[in-house]
């Protein structure tokens, strides 16, 4: 039954959200309510955003706080909140990542890194991948790949190009003098969680050092813990020039932010700039964030629920899977037919669930999320997955 608020919501929204028919009021660590008190374990996860979890006090404590303290406070003046943020911040960054730029959201963070390539080298070009994920704001979704996201917008930024991902050869042959930056995800999330190969990362490293050129990896949604160590990049020992962040930043309160490289020249007072980056608010979100992922260890916990989720999702044997795959906490299980019917039939049996292309069911959880969670979600995973004929599946 259709509640008041989705009611609200159709009459006032926007219209270029895909809406479930659910809606959702309250969390608390790996589950949320909806308006009809019912339960459902969370592997959407905000999009990538929860990680802590949902209603984390100290993080909540951090927010009210700062709040009746000073919310807002332009990059154009110094202040506590925003000098201790950054400070943590870059303690946890790959260590020739020694300045941040903070912004508002992942996109945004991509957008500056495309910038900030192009002021430092003097040149245009800007090497993406096939499938790659970067954002929707004009730059971003010049650098992502999927033509449906793409189309409707031509003309888009010049100078993007795409290239197949872990495809060394392809890559060298793209590289050249005119090439500011190569921009890689280490997970392609929303294209269907493909992880990037250890030999090719450290290719592109040295592709673009050798020609001029700058590497910006994109970690809006495998960064802070996601993967099972801080960065994903940690898993390759890999030191990116420009490193973008997003979503599980601040727990939940909209911000971005741009790891910087010693390797980026340029960057001048008025080169780029936001009226909320930085914010008081946000920063005190993050420091809360940051010290409950150091307190309760969130990389190990993600890299031990992880690798039990993706073994318990390994067991299933369901016709209909095709394979499963991931890094920490973030998995994809790969059908042979659509997934939009079995994303509902989960919603219906309590998980909620994302999709990564047509075909891939993917899961987000939190980090919180406990071994018996895991094992509800993968029960009912098994379900769904063993009646897709009745759904639709093969």
Known sequence: M????????????SGVYPKRDIAIVRGEGAVLWDDQGRAYVDCVGGQGVSTLGHANPAVARAICEQASRLITCPEIFYNDRR????????????????????????AEAVEAAIKFARLSTGRPKIISTVRAFHGRTLGSLSATFEPKYRDPFQPLVPGFSHVPFNNIAA??????????????????????????QPEYLQAAREITAQRGALLIVDEVQTGFARTGKWFAVEHSSLMPDLLTMGKAI??????????????????????H??????????????????QEMQRLDLPRLAAEKGAYFKERLEEIHAPVIREVRGLGLLIGVELRTKVTPFLRALQAE?????????????????????????????????KVLWNGHALGGE
């Open 2 to 13: 259709s509640s008041s608020i989705q009611e609200i919501e159709r009459r006032h929204t």
């Open 83 to 106: 000098a201790e943020f950054e400070a943590l911040l870059v303690s946890l960054l790959p260590s020739n990542l020694r300045r941040v730029y903070l912004c508002n959201s992942g």
């Open 171 to 196: 890559l060298e042959a793209a590289v050249d003098d005119q090439t500011a930056a190569v921009i890689l995800e280490p997970v392609q999330g929303e294209g269907g969680v493909h992880p990037a």
């Open 250 to 271: 601040a727990g939940g309160v909209p911000m971005g932010a741009v790891g910087i490289a010693d390797t980026v020249k340029n960057l001048a007072p008025g080169t």
């Open 273 to 290: 700039g936001s009226t909320f980056g930085g914010n008081p608010l946000a920063c005190a979100a993050g420091i809360a964030s940051l």
């Open 350 to 382: 309590g998980v909620l669930a994302l999709p990564a292309g047509l075909n891939v069911l993917r899961f987000l959880p939190p980090a919180v999320i406990s071994l018996e969670q895991i094992d509800f979600v993968v029960e009912k995973v098994a």
